[in-house]
């Protein structure tokens, strides 16, 4: 299986800074079969981030994914009040999918 | 608007069963491979179990294959987990997903693109 190990485990940040995520694949990923989602305290993951780069509908801009082969970045370029959440990455190239152990942000 | 509500979670000892249920409206369910991803308390999410739009074939992850189920009645727009067997392990909130599926070329590439709210199970004595 693929482990996805994501970093930092948490981030205090304050409304307005930027925060960078980081997901690093145990194996490369295949194509661009990797995505982003955000899940808030009680609440299902939402998707964010697919093939990537690709927001899902309805996420605002702010939002970016980038990476290749084990190496993925989500970046929030401002951070509003409503974006602190824990932060999932998972890989769909290969069987079983799976996710990384999440990433906290919280405000500082 | 499409919506996935899953239950059919609650207590249960040790040894147990339960069957969940995930009622699916605002879409034609069965264009549609169907998962079932849990949470543990505090954890992350770990994906569980797939079946295709028909019903004709399923996967299972390592740690509940030849104790759970999963099955669709597309007639009633329903997908269902049966579980068998349950541990203390197996306590996790289990959410179904739906895989996402563009209805004009068929390409599905994998990710989930609506999650249901989830439903609780708790195996204890």
């Known amino acids: 299986d693929i482990v996805l190990t994501q970093s930092p485990g948490s981030l205090s940040l304050s409304p307005g800074e930027r925060a960078t995520l980081s997901c690093r694949a145990s194996?490369?990923?295949?194509?661009?079969?990797f995505a982003w989602y955000q899940q808030k305290p009680g609440q299902a993951p939402r998707l964010l981030i697919y093939?990537?780069?690709n927001r899902a509908t309805g996420i605002p801009d702010r939002f970016s994914g980038s990476g290749s082969g084990t190496d993925f970045t989500l970046t929030i370029s401002r951070l509003e009040p409503e974006d602190f959440a824990v932060y999932y990455c998972?890989?769909?190239?290969?069987?079983?999918?799976?996710f990384g152990q999440g990433t906290k942000v919280e405000v500082k | 608007e499409v919506q996935l509500v899953e239950s059919g979670g609650g207590l249960v000892q040790p040894g147990g069963s339960l069957r969940l249920s995930c009622a699916a409206s605002?879409?034609?369910?069965?264009?549609?491979?169907m998962h079932w991803v849990r949470q543990s308390p505090g954890k992350g999410l770990l994906w569980v179990s797939r079946?295709?739009?028909?019903?004709?074939?399923?996967s299972y992850a390592d740690s509940v294959k030849d104790r759970f189920t999963i099955s669709r009645d597309n007639a009633k727009n329903t997908l269902y987990l049966q579980m068998n067997s349950l541990g203390a392990e197996d306590t996790a909130v289990y959410y179904c997903?739906?895989?996402?599926?563009?209805?004009?070329?068929?390409?599905?590439?994998?990710?989930?693109?609506?999650w249901g709210q989830g439903t609780l199970v708790t195996v204890s004595s």
């Open positions: 997903a739906r895989d996402y599926y563009d209805v004009l070329t068929g390409y599905s590439p994998g990710y989930y693109d609506y």
């Open positions: 998972q890989q769909y190239g290969d069987a079983p999918r799976t």
């Open positions: 605002g879409f034609t369910l069965n264009n549609y491979w």
């Open positions: 093939g990537v780069s």
């Open positions: 079946i295709n739009s028909d019903g004709s074939s399923t």
């Open positions: 194996q490369s990923v295949r194509s661009t079969f």
